[in-house]
């Protein structure tokens, strides 16, 4: 089994073109939109949306930024993954699978399903050509222990194969979210991004720099994140990078749970805005930064940009 060694603090990520990822046109940077909203303006809040949700369409935002220097550093070898029965990295790892041709296996917490009809993340994953694994969840706890991550290589026949870990968040992906930050650096006082496994939050606040600050709102409960974060920036730079900090009051309930209140917020936004609201993280997102506003958390004359990391899938 292969994964990628801690780069150097100084080196970039391998480059997109090796893996044929450029052949893709993903469309970088990503524009940014001013929003019009009245939530927002009454507290003298300018909000805009950094539209990574059009990177590609579908390696969709973070999931390109994190993936495309890894598929660069499997150089076409099986890529395995891990993920729950909503994962979107493991929808997005898949149709990079199908786009460039290669083998993906995708590891999925919970042996139960395996008995069941796949759910429509499922499915797709499947229809892109990735095998799934489903494991027991105390398997799926210990994936990164060397003997049980060796014992699934065995079971799929992929002991060579690249892995990369739950979410994409490693030291490769961080560096590839970097860019997102330099992106928007002196362009905004507050740069807000959806949080799941913290890659994407560990990059965006390096590429800030001194220029602006990071926002991170998980969307699991539980409080770890920050441990995370810190190990995934010393991993990839040998120390901390940026100013971030974490708002964890935003989770409505973990992974995947949702609640009337969240689903009527996003209508609502969609409605006003013509602007599709994908519901695990940027929903999640959108609401938090509409409650800091009411809350005075921004100085007045600041501007907020949201990253939109994804999009609601068909």
């Known amino acids: 089994m292969t994964s990628p060694d801690t780069p150097d603090p100084a080196s970039a990520a391998p480059s997109a073109d090796r893996a044929g990822l450029a052949d893709l046109r993903p469309r970088l940077p990503s524009p940014v939109q001013d929003i019009v909203d009245e939530r927002f303006e009454r507290h003298g809040v300018r909000l805009v949306l950094k539209r990574d949700d059009l990177i590609h369409p579908e390696l969709i935002g973070n999931k390109w930024r994190k993936l495309a220097p890894n598929l660069a550093a499997a150089a076409g070898r099986t890529v395995l993954t891990f993920g729950g029965a909503y994962s979107n990295h493991l929808r997005a790892t898949a149709a990079a699978g199908r786009l460039l041709g290669l083998r993906t296996v995708g590891v999925v917490r919970g042996q139960e399903l395996a008995d069941r009809p796949l759910n429509p993340s499922l499915a797709r994953c499947a229809a892109d050509g990735m095998r799934l694994c489903f494991v027991d969840r105390a398997t799926y706890r210990?994936?990164?222990?060397?003997?049980?991550?060796?014992?699934?290589?065995?079971?799929?026949?992929?002991?060579?194969?690249?892995?990369?870990?739950?979410?994409?968040?490693?030291?490769?992906?961080?560096?590839?979210?970097?860019?997102?930050?330099?992106?928007?650096?002196?362009?905004?006082?507050?740069?807000?991004?959806?949080?799941?496994?913290?890659?994407?939050?560990?990059?965006?606040?390096?590429?800030?720099?001194?220029?602006?600050?990071?926002?991170?709102?998980?969307?699991?409960?539980?409080?770890?994140?920050?441990?995370?974060?810190?190990?995934?920036?010393?991993?990839?730079?040998?120390?901390?990078?940026?100013?971030?900090?974490?708002?964890?009051?935003?989770?409505?309930?973990?992974?995947?749970?949702?609640?009337?209140?969240?689903?009527?917020?996003?209508?609502?936004?969609?409605?006003?805005?013509?602007?599709?609201?994908?519901?695990?993280?940027?929903?999640?997102?959108?609401?938090?930064?509409?409650?800091?506003?009411?809350?005075?958390?921004?100085?007045?004359?600041?501007?907020?940009?949201?990253?939109?990391?994804?999009?609601?899938?068909?």
């Open 142 to 314: 210990r994936k990164t222990v060397p003997e049980t991550l060796a014992a699934v290589l065995r079971t799929v026949g992929a002991e060579d194969a690249y892995v990369v870990p739950e979410g994409g968040s490693n030291s490769l992906a961080v560096h590839g979210c970097r860019a997102l930050g330099e992106e928007l650096a002196e362009r905004a006082d507050v740069v807000a991004v959806a949080c799941g496994t913290g890659g994407t939050l560990a990059g965006l606040a390096a590429g800030l720099g001194s220029r602006g600050r990071a926002l991170g709102v998980p969307v699991l409960k539980g409080g770890f994140l920050a441990t995370d974060i810190r190990a995934l920036q010393t991993g990839a730079f040998g120390g901390p990078r940026g100013e971030w900090r974490l708002d964890d009051r935003f989770h409505f309930g973990g992974y995947a749970r949702t609640a009337p209140e969240l689903e009527a917020f996003a209508l609502d936004f969609e409605h006003h805005h013509g602007i599709p609201v994908e519901r695990l993280y940027v929903a999640k997102l959108l609401y938090a930064l509409v409650v800091l506003a009411e809350e005075n958390a921004f100085p007045r004359g600041s501007t907020v940009a949201a990253v939109l990391t994804g999009r609601p899938f068909p």
